[in-house]
């Protein structure tokens, strides 16, 4: 679906998200906004990345009861220069505020059906997802997930970004085995983005 330019993605009942950490913390009161992934070795690979070696590597389980609606930024310029001026929480402050139009209020305006006039500011929406590099999701409410399980996973694997598809510029997070932590830096030496 598009609203204006920006493409809705909608995740079914039943869509398992999985949730990387290493705090400790009620599932049921995970606080927003927050990041999933649609993919458990990319949850895992993320807390392997953040948290190198940590002994406290969970991942939780969650379960969508109610179906989704993110906004879709994988090939969205705009907000992508949005979130490397602003960051990803800032951006995910404007969708749960409803204010869209803050992400772009530097543009010009537009009299057509351009960016000035985005539905969705009338649209109530549950994130952003960047897909299909990470199968990033940023959820900013979760009353539409249903806690699932929660269990260790060790953090014994290097990772590193890599570049998927070098002209679109995707990139995507892969394991590249296990290696001794650089103490130095609290991250081995490969957990650096090329």
């Known amino acids: 679906m598009m609203d ?14 999985y949730h990387g950490t290493i705090f400790n913390f ?4 995970i606080r927003t906004p927050c990041w999933f992934s649609t993919k458990e070795s990319e949850a895992i690979n993320h807390i392997c990345y953040k948290h190198y070696g ?3 590597g969970k991942l939780i389980t969650y379960k969508v009861i109610e179906e989704i609606e993110l906004i879709d930024i994988s090939d969205n310029g705009d907000v992508r220069m949005y979130i490397n001026a602003y960051g990803n929480h800032s951006l995910a402050k404007n969708i749960k ?4 139009k803050n992400i772009f209020s530097h543009l010009p305006e537009q009299s057509s059906a351009g960016r000035d006039s985005l ?5 109530e929406l549950d994130g952003y997802i960047n897909y299909p590099e990470q199968s990033e999701v940023m959820m900013v ?3 539409k997930l249903k806690y699932c399980t929660n269990r260790h996973v060790d953090l014994n694997h290097r990772v590193i970004f890599k570049r998927v598809h070098i002209n ?3 990139w995507k997070m892969e394991s590249i085995g296990t290696g001794k932590r650089d103490n130095r830096r609290g991250l081995c030496g490969y957990c650096t983005v090329m």
């Open 4 to 17: 204006n330019d920006y493409r809705i993605v909608k995740l079914p009942i039943d869509t398992i998200l």
């Open 26 to 29: 009620d599932p049921d009161e």
């Open 54 to 56: 940590h002994p406290n």
């Open 97 to 100: 505020l409803n204010k869209l």
């Open 119 to 123: 539905s969705t500011d009338n649209k």
């Open 141 to 143: 409410n979760i009353n």
């Open 168 to 170: 679109r510029r995707e």
